[in-house]
């Protein structure tokens, strides 16, 4: 089984921000679930080199438009490294095959008639690199821009035909309710297809824009820059050619801003070509700041990741965008405190808490070795098992989506909830027959056991803490025998680091 992943590639006009990290580790999350399932999986990210947006950053920097796009994309590939993002493949839209495929993809649509030259007069919004219609604004400007002045142009550009194809998407997504998840973006998607579509345009002026790739049927224009980058969840693979296997099954994992380049636009170029749409777009709402405002390069409120990263870790900023999605749409707010609330809250303290207390007491009583358990378990210890290992093992059970993921965390956090409840009621520095003692700690140390590994998708970096407990990760451990949780030698390594409240 395939599981073919994307992120939106990035522009590449500013340094990433919080909201390109969270699509990312979304894919990430998702991608390492699947693998848990036992998919074989291939992720891309990258970026978007070409468009006006990111000549005019260059030229700013006075620096040519390669030297640029490899210093940026490098920043970004850099970031989704420290971010422990396990991509397969780094798009880049400059490099030579994608070209190659782009001028392909639009000479097949070209020599099909599906290609036609007019004058068209339109709202052009810089930020979104897009012809606007005036229904898509509010007070005369980008809902997503509000801080660019929308442009009227006036110009003869090349336009791909969509209204011929709108009956057959909406079939299209009619017949697979998967195709657009959660319901709130299918519904959008639908009603965006009510109304006759207007003409994609394809091309852009040299004259206006200088940086793109060359139509191969007219020297003067090269492809618009959305034209372009759809072209990447196929070109990486081979320059237009079927994918064995990983096409259509793909998963487009984009944030609700682009639902009509990813929901129209591309199924319609691939219809065109008679290739089938892909299978899903998993569409999440946006990360906005104080005032619900989205966070943007444009608007300039973004979080920086390595600031978060700094205080909080690469996992705790991980579980706090996993944490919040939404599984039915909407959008998510989020700050630095809120960051480090959910963290001292959730890792810190229930967490880091019952590992903490569990390993001193092992530590002190018995020597670091792990105690055995004292008989068979009571009904109450065993319900408490046999749930978190259901919430941590719903990996395992079916390909996770992205909305079931609060869920999971929700259960996993009850776990350690129960899992404290349990151990401070059973209070075993209070016991002193030692059989006894050790047995509530055996319990208490397989209730974190389990917890730490539903989390690893998340938070990969807990591999580590469950390596010094000497727990076998990741798969032998959800047998159904919850006992057999850690390795033979049986021994608690001494520098056990669980997460640690921070103060900020
Ligand atoms: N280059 C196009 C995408 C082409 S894909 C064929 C583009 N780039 S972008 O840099 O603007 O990235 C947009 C995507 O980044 C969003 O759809 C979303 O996935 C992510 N995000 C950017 N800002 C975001 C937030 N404030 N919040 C959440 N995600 C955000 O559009």
Redesign the pocket.
């Known amino acids: 089984m395939k599981s073919y992943i994307t992120?939106?590639?990035?522009?590449i006009n500013g340094d990433p921000?919080i909201?390109?990290a969270?699509?990312t580790i979304m894919a990430d999350i998702i991608r390492r679930g699947r693998e848990f399932y036992g998919m074989d999986t291939y992720l891309q990210t990258g970026c978007?080199e070409h468009g006006q947006k990111n000549a005019d950053m260059a030229r700013q920097l006075d620096m040519n438009n390669a030297d640029y796009a490899d210093m940026r994309s490098a920043s970004f590939a850099d970031l989704f490294n420290r971010l422990d993002i396990g991509y397969t493949n780094f798009a880049r839209t400059s490099s030579l095959h994608h070209a190659c495929c782009v001028q392909d993809f639009a000479m097949a649509l070209y020599r099909r008639g599906a290609i036609v030259k007019k004058p068209y007069t339109g709202l052009y919004c810089r930020g979104c690199e897009q012809f606007r219609l005036s229904s898509d604004l509010r007070d005369d400007q980008c809902p997503d821009h509000p801080s660019l002045k929308i442009e009227t142009i006036e110009e003869i550009n090349y336009f791909l035909r969509l209204e011929p194809y709108r009956q057959e998407l909406i079939e299209w997504v009619e017949g697979h309710p998967d195709f657009i998840q959660p319901e709130t973006y299918r519904s959008e998607l639908l009603e965006m297809l009510r109304q006759p579509l207007e003409d994609m345009c394809i091309s852009r002026p040299k004259t206006r824009v200088s940086l793109g790739i060359e139509l191969p049927f007219d020297s003067d224009y090269v492809a618009y820059v959305?034209f372009d980058?759809?072209i990447?969840?196929i070109s990486q693979h081979d320059a237009g050619a079927q994918i064995p296997g990983w096409w259509p099954n793909v998963e487009h994992?984009?944030?609700k801003?682009?639902i009509k380049?990813h929901g129209v636009y591309w199924p319609i170029m691939l219809m065109a070509l008679g290739v089938e749409p892909p299978a899903k777009l998993t569409v999440?709402g946006?990360?906005?700041g104080p005032g619900g405002l989205?966070?943007?390069k444009t608007a300039g409120n973004g979080i920086n990741p390595d600031d978060v990263i700094g205080t909080v870790g690469v996992d705790g900023l991980r579980y706090y965008l996993a944490k919040n999605i939404r599984p039915y749409g909407g959008d998510t707010q989020v700050s630095m405190d809120m960051i480090v609330q959910t963290y001292n809250a959730d890792l810190a303290n229930k967490i880091g808490n019952l590992i903490t207390r569990t390993a001193g007491l092992i530590k002190r009583r018995f020597g670091n070795v792990i105690p055995d358990l004292n008989g068979s378990m009571s009904s109450d210890e065993f319900n408490m098992l046999k749930d978190v290992r259901k919430a941590a093992g719903t990996w395992w059970d079916k390909p996770v989506n992205l909305h079931d993921i609060p869920g999971i965390i929700e259960q996993l956090i009850k776990s350690a909830d129960q899992a404290n409840r349990y151990i401070a009621d059973k209070a075993p520095w209070k016991i002193d027959n030692d059989d006894q003692a050790g047995h509530v700690c055996r319990v208490t140390l397989s209730a974190a056991i389990l917890i730490m590994i539903g989390l690893i998708p998340v938070m990969p970096n807990i591999k580590h803490v469950l390596e010094k407990i000497g727990a076998k990760t990741p798969m032998p451990c959800i047998s159904p025998s919850v006992f057999n949780l850690v390795k033979e030698n049986h021994i608690l390594d001494e520098t056990i680091v669980p997460f640690k409240k921070v103060v900020i």
């Open positions: 992120t939106p590639i990035y522009y921000h909201g390109h969270n699509t978007d959305w980058a759809l990447n969840y994992f984009i944030g801003d682009i380049p999440h946006m990360l906005v989205k966070m943007s």
